[in-house]
């Protein structure tokens, strides 16, 4: 439970995302890793793309393949202004290049879907399939109505269709610290205690640039959050809001399948980081209601588990 930091009296602003969740195996434990990793590596929602992270790593006995494997989250973002199918598929694409980039390109992996209940169906023959150049075929296997595409390492294989929802994205907290040691240290345990929770996944991981929504260059996206910048307390003066003897800002940023997955995960990497000396204060970037219709608060979240 929560000892030593202060928690801020503010709330975490989360928004509305296309997910869809996948199981990616492979022979090899290396080139399981490295596919997952490659395909995650990229938050960039913010920037129109596809963002993603490794929720959990699983054995040979909870795969379809009976190899080991990786479950994997994708996210997209919404346009209010748009049909949701005109996101649906820009999400698809985005999607496309992750698959086919970072996972396709690895000896002996194989792609299945892990959303058992989805909103829709998207079909991977057209942007993944067809890399086959009409030499791809369909196999029943291990359950699934498999693409086998081939490869000069033969073969890739994925699941004909891929399950999207709309899920939780950019719920967050920050914890504030004296020294380099405790950013790390707390940083490291409170993703340990959010990977405990299914269903979510922390894209960024421990993220050292926290994001504002106004900027003077619009053409760069979310510029960085100054009045939350240790290194420009002197220079911002009173427009400053770094406290007293705080050193570093760090944000861990969480993705979810529904809003109590995201609450579970926010709880327990909070109350994980507050045991760590050199954390002095946990808070949240909100936006005042710009970004998303969620707002989670933090004294609540932590007084009503």
């Not at 439970?1 to 995302?17: L, N, Q, R, V, W």
């Not at 910048?229 to 809001?241: A, D, F, H, Q, V």
Request: proline share 5%; charged share 30%; glycine share 10%.
């Amino acid at each position: 439970m929560i000892k030593k930091a202060e928690i801020e009296d503010t709330y975490a602003e989360a928004f509305e995302g296309i997910f869809c969740r996948v199981i990616v195996t492979a022979d090899y434990e290396e080139t399981l890793r490295k596919a997952a990793e490659d395909a995650t590596a990229t938050p960039s929602i913010v920037i129109g793309r596809v963002e993603g992270g490794i929720e959990k790593w699983l054995s040979e006995e909870e795969t379809p393949d009976k190899r080991k494997g990786a479950i994997l989250q994708f996210w997209g973002g919404i346009d209010p202004k748009k049909p949701f199918s005109e996101s649906v598929k820009k999400f698809e694409i985005e999607l496309s290049y992750r698959i086919r980039q970072d996972i396709l390109v690895k000896p002996f992996t194989a792609v299945f879907d892990a959303l058992p209940n989805a909103e829709g169906k998207m079909d991977m023959m057209e942007r993944v399939g067809h890399c086959g150049d009409k030499y791809e075929w369909e196999e029943k296997l291990h359950g699934r109505q498999m693409i086998i595409l081939p490869i000069m390492v033969p073969d890739f294989k994925i699941e004909r269709h891929l399950g999207y929802a709309k899920g939780v994205m950019g719920a967050n907290f920050w914890y504030m610290c004296k020294t380099k040691g405790a950013v790390m240290e707390a940083g490291r345990k409170a993703l340990e205690a959010i990977s405990q929770t299914e269903g979510v996944t922390a894209p960024f991981e421990i993220c050292s640039a926290g994001s504002k929504l106004e900027t003077s260059f619009p053409w760069i996206g979310p510029t960085t959050n100054h009045p939350y910048c240790p290194s420009l307390k002197k220079r911002l003066g009173r427009e400053s809001k770094v406290p007293e003897g705080v050193e570093f800002i760090p944000e861990i940023v969480i993705n979810g399948v529904s809003l109590e997955a995201v609450k579970r995960a926010m709880r327990a990497g909070i109350e994980s980081v507050c045991t760590i000396d050199g954390v002095v204060k946990v808070s949240a970037g909100n936006y005042g209601g710009k970004l998303g219709k969620h707002k989670i608060w933090l004294r609540d979240l932590l007084s009503n588990p």
